[in-house]
């Protein structure tokens, strides 16, 4: 008892530590999907902010919906608007606001590992401290990732499942389909953000299919009727599906501007057909098909990963994967009365073979993308920490198990939240302050020049400098140029300082020309 309220205060001080550390903030700049994929286009929408709008937003072929980036840093954005003078908006409100945003959303994740250990009559206290600790949770699920809107998703589909696996009434009710529905409604919005979200549900999906099956068969069984209440509970599933699919639909054609022209667009579709072409993917990177088991499990895990590679032995060296195949076929046997069963052990076999399928047929399934970084399988944290929870129990390595997944995290924290291209934030920080001082001071036009060399592509919106800031050139008589040389050469950058000293490009019609071309 006295061990299980120190991991609750461990958990409690981190997710303290979780919202301070967003609001310092962190200058790690993890990769630039983080602002490109979600702020950019937000704040270029919302403000009206000079950005940078990525090959994956051309209204000819998107391949991203607008949904995750507005719901969650558009809201922040808006409560931004509404409630801040556009002048006093710095490069620290336009990162910290959706951060914030992004973590009170993270705490739904923390919600589920309560709710199913509940449901596993398990101590909650453990994984909670596990999850509440890992640089995962403090650095990737606070950042505006669609990996972590994907990670909230599996989440919330994982307790729905669970939560209907643990009703043992034949006779459902309405709080059953509204939980269908709810289950459809997640898997669709999931692949609307991430297509690869397929590989999360399919396993919690197959997992709900074959309980609702042996749980009707096991109180009549007729071919017919069991046909008759399948379809019945996955017309719920589908209908919340197409209802969300409809919906995102029009949202996504409404955007792009498809229905003013007379037609609709599908981003999901688009993304699937840009990655099936592997040249495509060449262009981002393409890696061997183990690396997500080989490398970014245990770089994200550490520990936890270690954990996951003895289960995974012991289990097929005893044979043990054909356990949960008898699970799954197998019926229940134990009657509370007439309509009712209880099988605690049925129930918790069932749902640990989940936890554990889920992490496994997830990677599998991923490792089929030639194109792999360690984010994509941020998700399997949930049924991670809840599974190494479990195999620690009475363990007599569990000290040297915290103490090693302790020193692992803090590691994390500091490569991924601090140090990783740690110098760009803080760099449009002071460029954004020294901006908008010499916007207010310089009485005669002004073309200020900024060059990165070396870094990843700035996101130009913390800069928070308007469109209007150029193209009304009459009334505040400055512009800028941003220039992202990411890995040339030298020489490259070289030629373009003498350029800018030779003052070849003072023209700002030239200098407009040039930052539409490289930015």
Same mark, same amino acid.
């Given at each position: 008892?006295?061990?299980?309220?120190?991991?609750?205060?461990?958990?409690?001080?981190?997710? !303290?530590?979780?919202?301070?550390?967003?609001?310092?903030?962190?200058?790690?700049?993890?990769?630039?999907?983080?602002?490109?994929?979600?702020?950019?286009?937000?704040?270029?929408?919302?403000?009206?902010?000079?950005?940078?709008?990525?090959?994956?937003?051309?209204?000819?072929?998107?391949?991203?919906?607008?949904?995750?980036?507005?719901?969650?840093?558009?809201?922040?954005?808006?409560?931004?608007?509404?409630?801040?003078?556009?002048?006093?908006?710095?490069?620290?409100?336009?990162?910290?606001?959706?951060?914030?945003?992004?973590?009170?959303?993270?705490?739904?994740?923390?919600?589920?590992?309560?709710?199913?250990?509940?449901?596993?009559?398990? =101590?909650?206290?453990?994984?909670?401290?596990?999850?509440?600790?890992?640089?995962?949770?403090?650095?990737?699920?606070?950042?505006?990732?669609?990996?972590?809107?994907?990670?909230?998703?599996?989440?919330?589909?994982?307790?729905?499942?669970?939560?209907?696996?643990?009703?043992?009434?034949?006779?459902?009710?309405?709080?059953?389909?509204?939980?269908?529905?709810?289950?459809?409604?997640?898997?669709?919005?999931?692949?609307?953000?991430?297509?690869?979200?397929?590989?999360?549900?399919?396993?919690?999906?197959?997992?709900?299919?074959?309980?609702?099956?042996?749980?009707?068969?096991?109180?009549?069984?007729?071919?017919?009727?069991?046909?008759?209440?399948?379809?019945?509970?996955?017309?719920? !599933?589908?209908?919340?599906?197409?209802?969300?699919?409809?919906?995102?639909?029009?949202?996504?054609?409404?955007?792009?501007?498809?229905?003013?022209?007379?037609?609709?667009?599908?981003?999901?579709?688009?993304?699937?057909?840009?990655?099936?072409?592997?040249?495509?993917?060449?262009?981002?990177?393409?890696?061997?098909?183990?690396?997500?088991?080989?490398?970014?499990?245990?770089?994200?895990?550490?520990?936890?990963?270690?954990?996951?590679?003895? !289960?995974?032995?012991?289990?097929?060296?005893?044979?043990?994967?054909?356990?949960?195949?008898?699970?799954?076929?197998?019926?229940?046997?134990?009657?509370? =009365?007439? =309509?009712?069963?209880?099988?605690?052990?049925?129930?918790?076999?069932?749902?640990?073979?989940?936890?554990?399928?889920?992490?496994?047929?997830?990677?599998?399934?991923?490792?089929?993308?030639?194109?792999?970084?360690?984010?994509?399988?941020?998700?399997?944290?949930?049924?991670?920490?809840?599974?190494?929870?479990?195999?620690?129990?009475?363990?007599? !390595?569990?000290?040297?198990?915290?103490?090693?997944?302790?020193?692992?995290?803090?590691?994390?924290?500091?490569?991924?939240?601090?140090?990783?291209?740690?110098?760009?934030?803080?760099?449009?920080?002071?460029?954004?302050?020294?901006?908008?001082?010499?916007?207010?001071?310089?009485?005669?036009?002004?073309?200020?020049?900024?060059?990165?060399?070396?870094?990843?592509?700035?996101?130009?919106?913390?800069?928070?400098?308007?469109?209007?800031?150029?193209?009304?050139?009459?009334?505040?008589?400055?512009?800028?140029?941003?220039? =992202?040389?990411?890995?040339?050469?030298?020489?490259?950058?070289?030629?373009?300082?003498?350029?800018?000293?030779?003052?070849?490009?003072?023209?700002?019609?030239?200098?407009?020309?040039?930052?539409?071309?490289?930015?």
């Amino acid at each position: 008892m006295a061990a299980s309220k120190l991991l609750l205060y461990i958990w409690l001080t981190a997710v !303290v530590f979780r919202f301070l550390w967003v609001l310092l903030p962190q200058t790690g700049y993890i990769y630039p999907d983080e602002f490109f994929q979600a702020t950019e286009i937000t704040a270029g929408d919302i403000f009206g902010y000079r950005h940078t709008r990525t090959w994956e937003w051309n209204e000819g072929f998107p391949v991203r919906s607008p949904v995750f980036p507005y719901v969650f840093t558009g809201v922040p954005f808006y409560v931004l608007k509404l409630s801040f003078v556009a002048s006093t908006i710095t490069s620290r409100i336009l990162i910290v606001a959706p951060r914030l945003f992004m973590t009170f959303s993270s705490l739904m994740i923390d919600v589920a590992v309560y709710k199913i250990c509940h449901h596993l009559r398990m =101590d909650p206290a453990p994984p909670l401290c596990f999850f509440g600790s890992s640089f995962v949770t403090l650095v990737f699920y606070t950042r505006t990732f669609s990996n972590t809107a994907e990670s909230i998703l599996f989440a919330l589909l994982l307790l729905l499942v669970i939560s209907s696996m643990s009703n043992g009434n034949i006779t459902r009710s309405k709080t059953d389909y509204l939980r269908y529905f709810l289950m459809g409604t997640l898997v669709t919005l999931g692949i609307w953000i991430r297509p690869t979200f397929v590989a999360f549900a399919c396993v919690p999906l197959l997992w709900w299919f074959v309980d609702i099956f042996n749980l009707k068969w096991t109180f009549e069984k007729k071919v017919v009727a069991l046909i008759r209440h399948m379809l019945a509970q996955c017309a719920f !599933v589908g209908l919340g599906g197409v209802v969300a699919m409809i919906i995102l639909t029009l949202v996504d054609s409404y955007y792009y501007g498809y229905l003013h022209r007379g037609g609709i667009v599908l981003t999901p579709l688009n993304f699937i057909l840009y990655n099936l072409d592997t040249s495509s993917l060449r262009e981002h990177g393409l890696h061997p098909r183990f690396m997500h088991f080989a490398v970014n499990l245990p770089l994200l895990f550490g520990p936890m990963a270690l954990g996951l590679y003895t !289960v995974i032995a012991y289990l097929l060296i005893r044979r043990k994967f054909t356990d949960y195949a008898k699970v799954l076929l197998s019926t229940r046997k134990l009657y509370k =009365d007439k =309509d009712i069963l209880i099988d605690d052990d049925y129930k918790a076999q069932f749902i640990w073979s989940l936890l554990l399928c889920s992490i496994v047929a997830s990677m599998a399934l991923l490792s089929f993308i030639p194109h792999q970084e360690p984010r994509f399988i941020s998700p399997v944290l949930l049924p991670l920490v809840i599974l190494f929870a479990r195999c620690l129990k009475g363990s007599s !390595v569990t000290p040297l198990a915290l103490l090693s997944w302790l020193i692992w995290n803090i590691l994390g924290c500091t490569v991924f939240g601090l140090m990783h291209q740690g110098g760009v934030y803080p760099c449009l920080a002071y460029l954004q302050h020294y901006l908008h001082n010499a916007e207010s001071l310089q009485t005669s036009g002004t073309v200020y020049h900024v060059t990165f060399h070396r870094t990843y592509m700035p996101p130009q919106h913390l800069l928070a400098w308007t469109l209007m800031s150029h193209e009304r050139e009459g009334n505040l008589h400055h512009s800028l140029a941003l220039y =992202d040389f990411k890995g040339s050469s030298k020489d490259a950058l070289k030629v373009h300082v003498e350029k800018l000293i030779s003052g070849q490009f003072e023209s700002h019609d030239r200098e407009s020309e040039r930052t539409s071309s490289t930015i």
